[in-house]
């Protein structure tokens, strides 16, 4: 059973402390350093939090389609002194500039954002390194939960929930594993983190 999340800052970057605390991180070989890209980065909230708090050397690359969090992100690392290991680049995750370079590529709150999740896998394999992995946080519907199994209400809720916040679609947990399956991904671990 997960810790209670019991102040602001906690829930801030609980999802942080769970990617720092993956066991592909805290294997990767002590001195290498972690090549990290953020999908759909923000202000770079998340980028910063990992920085800080890996005891690995850190390069790190938010990628946003709004200039003004790319350019408040670059402020942000210039003012934490993190410019040299995080910086941002204005551009869609759909099709990212480089190719084969991240340890790590996570979407927090984004990936269900578009409507190609399919596109989302497919920019995640062609930047991963061999053996580097891909973490998604954010709403998925259970297998169990189906449109016709849901009912009049709660389809009016995640209608309600997909127009209010502008996402295309909340997809069940098996379609998005045989999206990345066919990209050569693989499940390794699913949590709901629903409590």
């Not at 003004?68 to 934490?80: H, I, T």
């Not at 290991?85 to 190719?99: E, N, Q, V």
């Given at each position: 059973m997960g810790r209670w999340v019991e102040s602001n800052a906690g829930a801030l970057h609980y999802?942080?402390?769970?990617?720092?605390?993956?066991?592909?991180?805290?294997i990767h070989p002590a001195g290498e350093a972690l090549h990290v890209a953020d999908f759909g980065c923000g202000v770079g909230a998340s980028l910063f939090y990992l920085a800080d708090n890996t005891?690995?050397?850190?390069?790190?690359?938010?990628?946003?389609?709004?200039?003004?969090?790319?350019?408040?992100?670059?402020?942000?690392?210039?003012?934490?002194e993190?410019?040299?290991?995080?910086?941002?680049?204005?551009?869609?995750?759909?099709?990212?500039?480089?190719?084969?370079?991240?340890?790590l590529v996570f979407s927090i709150e984004s990936f269900a954002h578009t409507s190609q999740p399919e596109a989302?896998?497919?920019?995640?394999?062609?930047?991963?390194?061999?053996?580097g992995r891909q973490v998604i946080c954010d709403d998925f519907r259970t297998d169990t939960g189906e449109q016709g199994a849901l009912g009049s209400h709660k389809m009016d809720m995640l209608e309600a929930y997909q127009w209010g916040w502008g996402v295309p679609g909340v997809w069940t947990t098996g379609h998005v594993v045989n999206l990345a399956e066919q990209v050569?991904?693989?499940?390794?671990?699913?949590?709901?983190?629903?409590?």
């Open positions: 999802v942080d402390e769970q990617i720092l605390n993956e066991k592909f991180i805290r005891n690995l050397p850190f390069t790190g690359v938010g990628l946003t389609i709004s200039p003004v969090q790319a350019k408040f992100g670059q402020e942000g690392a210039q003012r934490r993190l410019n040299t290991k995080c910086s941002f680049i204005l551009g869609d995750f759909l099709a990212p500039p480089s190719t084969k370079a991240f340890d989302n896998f497919r920019a995640a394999s062609q930047t991963l390194k061999p053996g050569g991904l693989q499940l390794t671990r699913d949590r709901d983190l629903t409590p």
